[in-house]
Structures are given as C-alpha cells and as structure tokens.
C-alpha cells in the first residue's frame, strides 16, 4: 500500500463527536423567521386560486408572483417552478411559502389557506407517459446480424424501485438579505456553486451578488445536490419579500415525501448468445424522472453507457428514455442511473448462465472486458481492469464454490442459504467532456506568512471524509504535518469553482489541481510570505473526445471496480431474509485514507443491501407516497449490519492523485446483483426486480414455490 494510505484521525471529526458542530438546524433563531411550504396535495391540478388569511403583523407569504426574476429553478434545465404558478405536477409540488417569528402561528396559517384546484388526470405510470424529457440512443457492431446468427435469444424485463437518501440530516437552509442588495445563503448543501447559479436567474441578481456557504452537512448521496438549489430559491424569494432573515428546516416526513430519490426504472434486456458467449445485446431502458427534469439527463446518460456492466459485448445497442410522471421528482443518487442497470445486466447474465447450465460467476467472468476493450461507446478501457484479480480474492475469501454446490443440493428445512456474486464499475467524474466543456474545476492554495496553507475549493464534506483526504494530498505533496493544512467549509466569496462534489470526483479531478497546486507552491516557496497558486483543470490527452449526440468517445477517462459476493439464509416460515456473509473487493486506485475508504465501502454496501431488499416506497393510487417516514420506509440500521469484509485491490490512475481515483459511489452500485441472485439459490426462484421483499419470498411459496 502506498505510503499516503495509512490512516489519520479525520480533520472534522472532533468537533463533529464532541457536538460543537454546527448544522443549520443549530443557528439561533434571533432576527430569523421560521419558513414553511405550503404544497399542493394533487398530483396533477390546475392551480385557480389561493386564497390567504389576513396575515398578522411580522408574516409573509410568497408566491410565484413574488419570484423577481425567473420562475424557474436553474439545474439542468428550468423548468422546475420556484413556486408552482399554473398548474401542479405532483403531490408536494410547492405553491407558497409562508414565513414569521412564531412557528405554530406560521403553521396555523399555512393551515388556513386554500388553495382552488381543478383536477387533471395524474399519469403515474412510467410506462403510460405523455412526454420523454431526454432519449438517447447508440449501437457499436453489427447487432441486427449477431441476433439473426444467434444460436439462442433470450429477452428479460427488468424493474427497479425508488430509493430514499436516508441521510441523517434533512434538508435545510437560511437566507439572509443584506444591505446594498446582497444574499446571503448557507444551509445543509452538496453544491454551493449549484445553488448561487439557481439564485442568480430566480432573483435576477448578479452572481457577485450571492454568497453561498456550507453549513456542516449530514450526509447527502445526492440528494443535496439539486434540491438545495430549489428550497434555497423558495427561501430567498420570501427573505427578500420579508425583508428578513428565514430559515426553513424540513422535518423527516416532508423529506420523505417532497425531495428527490432514485430513479424507478422499467428495462427491456435482449441478448444474442452463440457457441455458450453473449455476441450482442439490444437494451431499453425507462427512467421514471417524476415531475420535472432535475438532473435526469446525466442520470439517464449514465445509465445508458453502462447498460451492459462489466461484460465485453461486441455488438450492442442501447436506447434510454427519461420520462415524466405526476410524482415527485427523482434526482441524483450514489450511482447516479447505474445501480439499476448494473442490477438489470447481473440478474440477465446470471439468468442466461442458468438457462445454459453453468455456474453465473464462469459465465460472467469468460465476458470480463480487459484493458485495451472497447467500452460499449467505443471508447477504450486505457487502463488495467482487475476484476479476475477481484473476483478470485472473493473466492477464496468467501468459499464460494464449495458453498454454492452445497446449498444447491442443500436439503428443504426452515432455513434455506445461498450465495452469489456481482461484478460493477463506476466511471470518474463527469460524463464525457463535461469536465472540460462544462465544469471547468479550478482550485486554489493560500499559503499564509505563517507556512500554514489553506486548500481552496468548493468541495463539500458530507462524511465521504474529503476534508481529511484534500488535506493529506497537500500535505503529503508539501512534505509536511497535516495539521499545517486548513480546510474551512466551503463559501462562494471565498472559494474557487471546483466544480460539484458528485460523480465521485472530488478525489479524482480537484484532489489532482491541489496535488498540482501543492507542488508548484512548494518549488516556489518563499519562507514569511503569502503565496497563491490557481490550478485548472485539463483533460487527458488520451482520452477520446466523446460526442453526445452519436454517444460515441470514452464516457470516461477511467474506471473504478467492485466486485461482491453475498450469502444470505432465508427463513421459510417468516419469509426473512438474512445477509450472513458479505464479501467484496475494490479498486479505487490508491486509498488515500484507507479508513476513510473502508468507511466508504462498508456504508456503499449497505446502502445496497437496503435497495435490494428492504427500501420500498410506496404511492397510492392519488400519487401520494405512503412511505414518508422510517416506520413505513426501512432502510438498514446497525441491526442489520452483517459481517462484512472488504478488500482492495490497486490499480493506480496515472492521472489522479498519487494513483487515486473515484471511491465515493461505487461500493453501492453493484451490490444487488449478488444479494438477489444468492436469494435465487435459497429459494430456487428467478427475480426481476428490487427491492425484492420479505412479502415477495412469502407470496412466491403461497403461489406454490416449494419452501
Ligand atoms: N459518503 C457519506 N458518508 N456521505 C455522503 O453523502 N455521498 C456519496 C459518496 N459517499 C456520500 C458519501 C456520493 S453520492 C458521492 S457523488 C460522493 O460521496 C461524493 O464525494 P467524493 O467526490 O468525495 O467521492
Ligand atoms: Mo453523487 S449521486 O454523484 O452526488
């Protein structure tokens, strides 16, 4: 392991455990209003009238017609109302915030107002949708001739749930109006730069104009990377209304209810297989955006590159639609759009395997891709690819042989096991040249005449422990102790673009400008003075542009791996499913914390653990989710933590920091794959779609499954 991986205690960590942190939810409330959203309990409506109670002095509230620039909330596209004007979309759709210094008067007024609908007919179902947000198609080889050759052709439909952050703070965020015209926004934020570039077009101000700062944040998957952007618009519009300072903190329940999850999806898998080798795949995909557009454009494009998992397919074609439904809007979530087809491939390989009569792992494995492959956007795997490395280490390690022959022949008592792999891979940083043509990172370091030096980015700790890791590259690269280092939360007057703390490439993309920036400062130091140096971002020369409308090029510069192997014991008379074995393997290049990445691994998996089997969100019939609290919404808790043991394996990226690359989401991607095929094995049943419940085992032996 490389000299940098040994652990250190985490910059942010003594503050956070002795509770000196503070969060957005720890600010006092003097000179602050409490702020409240007032939403629409239709699923789709025209809005007619809202009708609002005299309001006592000191309370506000605002509307779209209060917004002073745009109503729209810049993400990817607009078309995300600040505050709904004609119509609603969903259920929760904001229409009004209502804002003042006493919270119960806040709600009786939010209570009071009505607000006149007209009713349309909501569209729920993906599959029944009037309108397709995005669609993108490509094909590599000659796919129609494979499945005309073919010696057998399989089709599978394959369908994945919704998914809940989870994190352990909810949303929330402070606006306060300054003189001279300026806005001040901090709050629980994945993206400070996101939301100051939502405020310049919802206010009509100037970006100069907007100061954006993280607060302390916990936790956030994704799910603080649009949303913030929304309810910070929503905040503003009513502070600068107000002419104060409000606060809105949501609780568990609106949450749950209101923001972003991820993407539902309904895929169409076919597969050409000659001489006992998949030779082509012909793949659809249907991603439930919800209401609006978000982010379901990258969501979607990240899905439809990765549709066919680790496996080298020489003829494929792939087409991804992103759809609009009346419910909530589904957003950016660890994976980002891959976890459901790494589930969809896995479970199609695995299936394909069975019906050829060998065992999943050999099937899977004989279509590894290697480096120098081409990617299914006939790009090029330029780097190593260790999944045999991977996949024998979890082997071993899990006696996966031994054991899979057993339980298939294990005899039918209470307690049935089985065991199964997965293999999946998350590509650094942003799709394609959106590092280059749209992000643009820069990042900076102030060298104070002390010698400390402070690392400039807009990189936000979210408990991924990029705090700690940032500062160990410089100081690993300046040669000296880590405490030298100061990293501050981030804040928009202060910082550098660096671009969004997402796609997992924090470590990658900025953590390679500081090493840069660090080993510039230090050939040219100067002892007792403050020096500055700016780094920018540069792509590879290497890397194959890639075209976003023929979806052709590298996706990505390069890959991180996974591979899992779950064994799981299934009880026949309750339906329960437990995980009693947990095994993976990473390559993350090198760890740069190798706690921090453990962390990283073990929390990813769990999270996987949970979307394969226990986090089911449920909408009823008028579109409103049922499963708006932790009661109705299980996710894993340290109850179901199974024994997990986690490896890594290296494989350096020449370009990313002292070989780095990105480790944030992919120890969640593929994990479903092995959990729901080592069900398979326990209850000798085919599965196409998660979460797969403990109802669903029940109902496969009421329906005459043999237990
Ligand atoms: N780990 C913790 N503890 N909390 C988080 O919110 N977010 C994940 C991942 N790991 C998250 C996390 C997501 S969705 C991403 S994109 C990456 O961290 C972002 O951080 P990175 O760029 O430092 O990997
Ligand atoms: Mo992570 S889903 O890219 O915030």
Aim: hydrophobic share 35%.
């Amino acid at each position: 392991m490389a000299e940098i991986s040994g652990s250190v205690v985490k910059v942010d960590h003594g503050p956070k455990v002795r509770g000196e942190a503070r969060f957005v939810a720890d600010y006092p409330m003097e000179g602050i209003l409490y702020g409240k959203t007032l939403r629409s309990d239709r699923a789709r409506a025209k809005i007619q009238a809202i009708n609002v109670p005299e309001l006592p002095m000191g309370y506000v509230v605002a509307d779209a017609r209060d917004v002073p620039g745009k109503n729209g909330v810049l993400i990817i596209g607009d078309d995300t109302p600040v505050f709904a004007a004609e119509t609603v979309e969903f259920v929760g759709d904001p229409i009004a915030m209502v804002a003042g210094p006493d919270e119960a008067e806040v709600e009786r007024i939010l209570r009071e107002i009505e607000v006149e609908y007209e009713d349309l007919e909501p569209v729920l179902d993906m599959r029944k949708s009037e309108k397709v947000f995005y669609e993108y198609g490509y094909e590599k080889g000659e796919v129609d001739k494979a499945f005309a050759e073919a010696d057998k052709v399989y089709e599978e439909i394959l369908q994945t749930g919704h998914q809940e952050h989870g994190y352990l703070e909810t949303q929330g965020i402070t606006v306060v109006p300054l003189a001279g015209g300026k806005v001040k926004v901090h709050g629980s934020i994945q993206c400070p730069y996101y939301v100051r570039k939502a405020l310049v077009l919802a206010l009509g101000i100037e970006p100069g104009d907007i100061q954006v700062i993280q607060d302390v944040t916990g936790g956030g998957f994704g799910g603080k990377e649009d949303y913030p952007s929304m309810i910070g618009a929503r905040v503003a519009v009513t502070a600068l209304k107000a002419g104060k300072p409000v606060r809105v903190v949501y609780d568990r329940r609106e949450d749950m209810a209101t923001t972003s999850k991820r993407h539902p999806t309904y895929s169409v898998y076919k597969a050409a297989v000659k001489d006992g080798k998949v030779t082509a795949m012909d793949i659809d995909l249907l991603y439930n955006a919800g209401a609006y557009t978000t982010i379901s454009m990258v969501v979607l494009q990240r899905g439809t590159i990765c549709s066919n998992g680790v496996y080298n397919i020489p003829h494929m074609r792939a087409h991804g639609r992103s759809v609009k439904t009346n419910s909530v809007p589904n957003g950016a979530f660890r994976g980002f759009g891959a976890p459901q087809v790494f589930f969809a491939v896995e479970m199609f390989m695995a299936h394909i395997a069975k019906d050829l009569g060998v065992d999943p792992v050999a099937f899977k494995e004989a279509h590894f891709v290697k480096k120098g492959d081409k990617t299914s956007t006939n790009g090029i795997f330029h780097h190593g690819v260790p999944l045999p490395q991977m996949n024998e280490k979890l082997l071993t390690a899990s006696d996966y042989w031994a054991k899979r022959e057993a339980y298939a022949s294990q005899p039918k008592g209470r307690y049935q096991r089985g065991i199964g792999m997965s293999y999946s891979f998350h590509g650094g940083g942003f799709t394609g040249t959106g590092e280059r043509d749209i992000i643009k990172a820069v990042a900076a370091l102030q060298k104070y005449p002390d010698g400390k030096v402070e690392i400039l980015t807009s990189g936000t700790e979210m408990g991924q422990g990029l705090f700690t890791t940032f500062a160990k590259i410089v100081a690993k690269e300046l040669d000296c102790p880590i405490d030298q280092i100061i990293v501050k939360l981030p804040d928009t007057d202060r910082v550098p673009d660096s671009g969004p703390t997402v796609a997992s490439r924090s470590i990658m993309v900025v953590g390679e400008l500081l090493r840069r920036a660090a080993a510039k400062i230090k050939a040219e130091w100067k002892d007792g003075e403050a020096q500055r140096v700016e780094e920018r971002f540069q792509q590879p020369e290497w890397q194959i542009p890639f075209n976003y409308d023929t979806f052709q090029g590298d996706a990505y510069p390069t890959f991180s791996w996974g591979a899992h192997c779950v064994e799981i014991e299934v009880d026949t008379y309750t339906g329960e499913q437990k995980v009693i074995g947990a095994w993976a393997c990473y390559d993350v290049g090198t760890p740069i914390d190798t706690t921090v990445v453990i962390g990283q691994m073990e929390g990813g998996f769990l999270q996987g653990i949970g979307y394969a089997h226990m986090e089911q969100m449920n909408y009823d019939k008028k579109g409103r989710i049922r499963s708006n609290s932790y009661s109705d919404y299980t996710m894993p808790t340290a109850a179901d933590v199974p024994k997990m043991e986690m490896h890594l394996c290296v494989e350096e990226y020449p370009e990313g920091p002292f070989g780095a690359k990105g480790a944030g989401e992919l120890p969640l991607v593929g994990v479903p794959g092995a959990y729901v095929n080592a069900l398979e094995q326990a209850i000798d049943k085919d599965f196409c779609h998660i979460p797969v419940t403990m109802e669903d085992t029940l109902t496969h032996w009421r329906e005459g499954g043999q237990a």
